[in-house]
């Protein structure tokens, strides 16, 4: 029996324009260039290290299960180590693909010039380009094509060489440590953020990777995983890791979203009836869905009564199983109907008119999770204790650097994000295990993995009218110090 034909193919010929003679020497010396690679018997062991991390990185910024397209795929030994559900590589190196095809049938391939992606037409839920931008034409013309392949919820991770790697690399190659190499583009992270800018996308995160890029045992993972995230070694990192969003249109968002505002109350009886006083009705419609958590008062009972007293409001009450405002969310999500999920604390410290603002951030596509902050403006009077602010501050730099995006305020209860994100970051809570019973950083972590863009909305922090507190300061400043740990492990040093 025959062995299946690899899945290669080519575009359908069509007649192109007149190339720029430039740009068909530039590109013909590039195919003939990776051609030879292609056919080399093997990598040198300064690629395989270098491939075996950029793997690693790429694993965790591109959840399986996803439809993937690589542009520059070479091998395909990145696109099928991310285990996408559909993978799709492109490169103009006819040795390249038809190697790719043979290494994973299981995945399709195109041998295509990645300056006209004209022959694609499908979206993608993420696209690579690893080491391509370094080493092309026009970087704009191609990024440029990039939309018409892309969700709102694309990402696109690229990674480039540091400009400071320039004379090292030229070594290893005269000393037959690494292949030849042509010319490159070395692209700084501005210049990188200014080309993304030019096409409409826009920055999320960026990491700096790839401190020793050569298999010496018992250091290769201290250097890469650990000391390359730390001052000042992270600025000699090998490559820059960049993941990019489109920017938002409007054209492309729901027109209405429906809104689904989550109330865990635990002896809250007392600001029940000024929630359903001043909860504003935002988009096409907004209900609120109040999960009671074993109240030592009446709380269930006053929100039954007042759900019987205004019989025009979409809302509905749940009694919960479980323990802690987490599990309370989790319910209160699962049950929602809305396209927007909230969160609004019982205590009231943050009043409901401002969910407003939360709503027109959200739904305008500026961020894709959107937290308040209660340290910007002047507190009431007793608002947060001195001790709680301090810790909320340090917490606050110390996540920022976690999770690669500013978090000046991470235990601020008002955070919001679509219901298709938050059913994404359920499908990948796995990846972090049921260890918050706070709930704010099992998603705030959920959000830092699918490199959703977290935008802060600055609010007034009210006191409390009703009740006390139920934050205990010391056993949970203990908690959350063993979560920085948890998210160094599980985000950082991956």
């Known amino acids: 029996m025959l062995p299946a034909e690899p899945r ?44 075996s991390r950029l793997a690693e990185i790429y694993r965790f910024l591109i959840p399986p299960g996803l439809r993937v397209l690589e542009v520059g795929c070479g091998s395909g030994d990145l696109l099928a180590a991310v285990e996408p559900r559909d993978g799709l590589g492109v490169d103009f190196s006819s040795e390249m693909v038809n190697r790719a095809a043979l290494r994973h049938p299981t995945l399709r391939f195109l041998r295509i010039d990645a300056h006209d992606l004209s022959a694609l037409h499908e979206p993608f839920d993420a696209v690579i380009l690893s080491d391509l931008l370094n080493d092309v034409f026009d970087v704009q013309q191609i990024l440029n094509q990039l939309h018409r392949l892309c969700l709102p919820t694309t990402r696109v991770v690229l990674n480039v060489f540091s400009r400071l790697w320039e004379t090292p690399l030229y070594l290893a190659t005269a000393l037959g440590l690494s292949r030849p190499r042509l010319e490159q583009n070395w692209l700084t992270l501005d210049d990188i953020r200014g080309l993304l800018s030019l096409a409409n996308f826009e920055m999320i995160e960026h990491r700096q990777d790839v401190l020793l890029p050569v298999p010496v045992p018992g250091l290769r993972s201290l250097a890469n995983r650990y000391l390359v995230k730390l001052w000042p070694l992270r600025h000699l990192a090998l490559t820059n890791v ?6 938002p249109r409007r054209d492309r968002l729901p027109d209405r979203p429906t809104v689904s505002v989550i109330v865990p109350a635990r002896n809250e009886a007392g600001n ?68 927007i999920l909230m969160i609004l604390d019982a205590d009231l410290t943050v009043a409901p008119s401002d969910l407003t603002r939360f709503f027109d951030v959200i739904s305008s596509g500026k961020g894709d999770f959107i937290n308040g902050v209660r340290l910007v403006y002047p507190m009431a009077d007793e608002a947060m204790r001195f001790f709680n602010l301090v810790g909320n501050k ?3 730099w110390a996540f920022s650097w976690l999770l690669g995006q500013p978090i000046k305020d991470t235990l601020c209860g008002t955070k919001v994000l679509w219901k298709t994100d938050y059913a994404r970051i359920a499908q990948n809570r796995a990846y972090f295990g049921d260890f918050d019973p706070f709930g704010d950083f099992d998603l705030l972590f959920g959000a830092a993995r699918l490199s959703l863009k977290i935008v802060e909305v600055p609010i007034r922090y009210g006191a409390r009218d009703y009740g006390t507190t139920n934050i205990q300061r010391w056993r949970h400043g203990l908690l959350l110090l063993r979560m920085v740990a948890f998210a160094a492990r599980r985000i950082k040093f991956v």
């Open 8 to 51: 290669v193919r080519d575009p359908v010929a069509s007649p192109a324009p007149a190339a720029d003679a430039r740009r068909a020497a530039f590109n013909a010396a590039r195919a003939a260039h990776w051609d030879a690679v292609a056919r080399a018997a093997v990598p040198s062991a300064f690629a395989r290290e270098y491939y």
């Open 242 to 247: 960049v993941v990019a969003r489109p920017e």
């Open 272 to 339: 029940i009836a000024r929630i359903f006083r001043e909860m504003p009705q935002m988009g096409g419609g907004t209900e609120i869905v109040f999960v009671e958590g074993h109240s030592r008062d009446d709380t269930y009972d006053v929100i039954a009564a007042a759900i019987r007293d205004h019989p025009g409001v979409d809302c509905r009450l749940y009694r919960q199983q479980g323990k802690g405002k987490g599990d309370a969310v989790r319910l209160g999500f699962e049950r929602a109907k809305g396209d």
């Open 394 to 396: 340090f917490f606050s």
